[in-house]
C-alpha cells in the first residue's frame, strides 16, 4: 500500500513569506494528489487537485506541482487566514491523507 | 455544488449500533460518487468509505471493513452510514463528502460527532 509522508509537520511563517509543503509517497501514484486546507474548528476545504489544477474559488497564491512520488504545495504571499493545516490525498483508489501540516503565523 | 447535512451522531456504548444520514441539495445527487471521511478530536483525516453515484459499488477502508455498511437512496438524495461493533477507536467527526474524479472530495458536510464510550 502507498503511504504518504508530509514534511514538515508544523512550521511557521511570516505574513508575505513563500511556504511550501511537501508531500511524498512511498510510491509511484501519477499525479492523483489532491490538497485540502482545514481552518481552526472548520470543516475541510479542497485547494488543489490533480497535483496541480487550483480548485475554483481558491485563492491564486496557492499551487501544487509534483509527479511520480514528490509533491509540493506552495503558498505564495502568506496571509494571515492562511492559518490552517493542511493535508495531502491520494486518490483513484484507497483514498488516503498525509499526516497534515500545521502552518501558524509569526 | 451542493450542501450536505449530516445526522445521526451521538453516545453510544463500546458493541452498539449507530446510523448516520446526509442529506444532499443544490446538485444531482445520482451523480456523484459519496464517502464518508472521519477525524478523531485532534488528529488527522481518515477515509472512511465510498459509493458509486448508482450505489452498485462500495468501498471501506481495513479499519471499518465487515462493521460498517454505506449505501444511498437517490429517491430521498440522502446518503447513509450504518455503524455496528463500534469500537472506541471509531470516536470521530464524521463527515459526509461529494466526490469527484475517483476520490476528490470537492464539498464537505458539517459533519456529525461519534462518541463511543460506557
Known amino acids: 500500500d502507498i503511504q504518504l509522508t508530509q514534511s514538515p509537520s508544523s512550521l511557521s511563517a511570516s505574513v508575505g513569506d513563500r511556504v511550501t509543503i511537501t508531500c511524498r509517497a512511498s510510491?509511484?501514484?501519477?499525479?492523483?494528489l489532491a490538497w485540502y486546507q482545514q481552518k481552526p474548528g472548520k470543516v475541510p476545504n479542497l485547494l488543489i487537485y490533480?497535483?496541480?489544477t487550483l480548485q475554483s474559488g481558491v485563492p491564486s497564491r496557492f499551487s501544487g506541482s509534483g509527479s511520480g512520488t514528490d509533491f509540493t504545495l506552495t503558498i505564495s504571499n502568506l496571509q494571515p487566514e492562511d492559518v490552517a493545516t493542511y493535508y495531502c490525498?491520494?486518490?483513484?483508489?484507497?483514498?488516503?491523507f498525509g499526516q497534515g501540516t500545521r502552518l501558524e503565523i509569526k | 455544488e451542493g450542501q450536505l447535512l449530516e445526522s445521526g451522531g451521538g453516545l453510544v456504548q463500546p458493541g452498539g449500533s449507530l446510523r448516520l444520514s446526509c442529506a444532499a441539495s443544490?446538485?444531482?445527487?445520482?451523480?456523484?460518487?459519496m464517502s464518508w471521511v472521519r477525524q478523531a478530536p485532534g488528529k488527522g483525516l481518515e477515509w472512511v468509505s465510498s459509493?458509486?453515484?448508482?450505489?452498485?459499488?462500495?468501498y471501506y477502508a481495513d479499519s471499518v471493513k465487515g462493521r460498517f455498511t454505506i449505501s444511498r437512496d437517490s429517491s430521498k438524495k440522502t446518503l447513509y452510514l450504518q455503524m455496528n461493533s463500534l469500537r472506541a477507536e471509531d470516536t470521530a467527526v464524521y463527515y459526509c463528502?461529494?466526490?469527484?474524479?475517483?476520490?476528490?472530495?470537492?464539498?464537505w458536510g458539517q459533519g456529525t460527532l461519534v462518541t463511543v464510550s460506557s
Open positions: 510510491q509511484g501514484m501519477s499525479n492523483y
Open positions: 490533480a497535483a496541480s
Open positions: 463528502t461529494k466526490d469527484i474524479f475517483g476520490g476528490v472530495f470537492v464539498r
Open positions: 490525498q491520494k486518490y483513484n483508489s484507497a483514498p488516503l
Open positions: 443544490r446538485f444531482t445527487f445520482s451523480r456523484y460518487a
Open positions: 459509493i458509486s453515484g448508482s450505489g452498485d459499488n462500495t
